[in-house]
């Protein structure tokens, strides 16, 4: 308990000096937003007077202070362009990262565990070695890059796949699944070599234990030692990473959103940095910032639960 | 899986003198056969050098300037005028991707230089005074974390705006973390031991304890990180000039091309595949090489050992 206490305690210094920091930066900019608003050929009366309405000519403690207090409220402040509520639209698009995130980790598993389990059953085997060059390849792929070879492929040449495009979940399953694949496939051939490689060590670790010996001394079969005795103890450390990519992938998506035109919360950051919609950037980042330090909360708590020597905290210092 | 523990079961009986000899001398071999460079390390260096020597040479080739428009090829494939083609704008690609890797080998060099440079020493500040120094280094990592990189750089790209100093020194922010802990947890490992403590009694200062005792020990963690670090700059470096909010637009670079290239992928798909194979060769070069060379630092330092 102790442990956790100290853990949020940490989560929300880091929350403030993430706020602050991101304001600090939106706001002493040169040429700030009241004149992005007036526009290219406006007098410097109508910025004075833009900048009067919108409070900006106050000091920024102050404005930082009315800000972070309407975080807590829900109040996150309205797009200078729009005029779109920015908690709103972030809330509205989250859903739709969240469920790209959660799909490229699974085509990562997919991919991962037989990879994984293939490897570990004969270190340094062919097999092994085949997938241990593919991962070195995959990991030198970016994925952007990655996303411009599937689409050429799959929706250009093969035709089988839309190359970019949302359907909301209303609209049936498959027609929300299918422009999704693409998108997931990309980061997901980036993120499962990490996977990949963290259950092969624990496994090959696994499968020297005394009991995997005496179940292939009892004549049991590979694939049922593999997958049904060691597979499970294998894959801690991989389970600990799923939590920790999870909080990684919200950046990931930033740059696959864009492509396929998906829109996510990381589109809507992207667009706002074209625009210079400062409001709407400093609710982004808050929020990206959050949902990482959330989800690094929630692996720290599953981490003391599993593993009760980390609850103690000594190990970490 | 089976054999193997049958392999070890006989061995420990069946044991000689001449048998273990055998073994050490089979041991020392596998050792120099696994220190030695092999073609995982010469051929991408080979062309790493490549790329290099064009990118540093690159206006003693005469090749057209890399914005200059050739009317005649516009959106062409290769050519016997243009190597690689033209790009939609009837620019050089061959040109265009030699001078796209100044960019992108500039910051991959510069930007995890910069990141580690940092890193070092508030690691080592941290490390070695401990105290509320530790504590506030500790917070401001964890804040800088706390922010996913690509936003970290989406911002600065707004604030400080794309110029290569820009790029490469905002990118070797993100590197601070990472060799901040390393060298932090390197510094405290070393800050206690005796050379350091017999430091201390003659009398020297703490910035000379930490540049001539600590940091030598300290250094060839952080090498091997500089090594890792480099083809992610590039990746990264990609990743933003991609989405157009690396260096400005008519200088040329991978990511940007690639991005020009996406918008013409079903027409002219050759303007986006070959800055995207040349950026995944000088990657995967990259990692090779930096891999082996890692893997010789391990072997030195345990040899040394």
Partial sequence: MRYLLQRFQRLLIVLAAVTFVTFLLVNVLPGDVAYEIAGMDSSEEEVQQIREDLGLNRPILVRYGEWVGGIFTGDWGRSYLSDEDVWESITDRFPVSFELMILAQILALTMAIPAGIVSAFRPNGRGDRLIGSVAFASVSMPSFMTAILLIYFFALYLGWLPATGYEPISSGLWENLRPMILPALSLALVEWTVLMRTLRVEMISVLQENYIALARAKGMPNYRILLVHALRPSSFSMITLLGLQVARLLGGTIIIEQIFGIPGVGRLLIHAVYTRDFIVIQGCVTFFALAFVTANFIVDIAYAWLDPRVRTGGAHG | ?305
């Fill in chain 2, 1 to 305: 899986m089976a054999d193997i523990s049958q392999e070890s079961g006989t061995k420990s009986y069946a044991a000689t003198p001449d048998d273990k000899a055998a073994k050490h001398a089979e041991a020392i071999a596998h050792f120099k056969k696994r220190n030695k460079f092999g073609l995982y390390f010469w051929i991408p260096m080979v062309w790493l050098l490549f790329v290099l020597f064009c990118a540093v040479f690159a206006p003693l080739f005469g090749l057209p300037p890399a914005d200059e428009i050739d009317w005649m090829y516009i959106k062409e494939g290769p050519n016997e005028v243009h190597w690689l083609g033209t790009d939609s704008l009837g620019r050089d690609m061959l040109s265009r991707i030699i001078y796209g890797g100044r960019v992108s080998l500039t910051v991959g060099f510069a930007a995890p230089f910069i990141g580690v440079g940092l890193g070092l020493i508030l690691g080592m500040i941290a490390g070695y005074y401990r105290g509320w120094a530790d504590e506030i280094i500790g917070i401001a990592i964890d804040t800088w974390l706390a922010i996913p990189g690509l936003v970290i750089l989406l911002l600065f790209s707004v604030v400080f705006g794309g110029s290569l100093f820009m790029v490469c020194f905002s990118l070797g922010l993100l590197f601070i973390p990472t060799a901040a802990r390393i060298t932090r947890a390197a510094t405290l490992n070393y800050a206690g031991r005796e050379f350091v403590l017999a430091a201390k009694a003659l009398g020297a200062s703490d910035f000379r304890i930490l540049t001539k005792e600590v940091f030598p020990n300290i250094i060839w963690p952080l090498i091997a990180f500089i090594l890792i670090d480099i083809p992610i700059a590039i990746v990264i470096e990609g990743s933003l000039s991609f989405l157009g909010l690396s260096v400005k637009a008519p200088t040329p670079s991978w990511g940007g091309i690639i991005a020009e290239g996406r918008e013409v992928l079903s027409t002219s798909p050759h303007i986006a595949m070959y800055p995207t194979l040349v950026m995944f060769l000088t990657v995967l070069s990259f990692n090779l090489v930096g891999d082996a060379i890692r893997r010789r630092l391990a072997d030195v330092r345990e040899g040394a050992i």
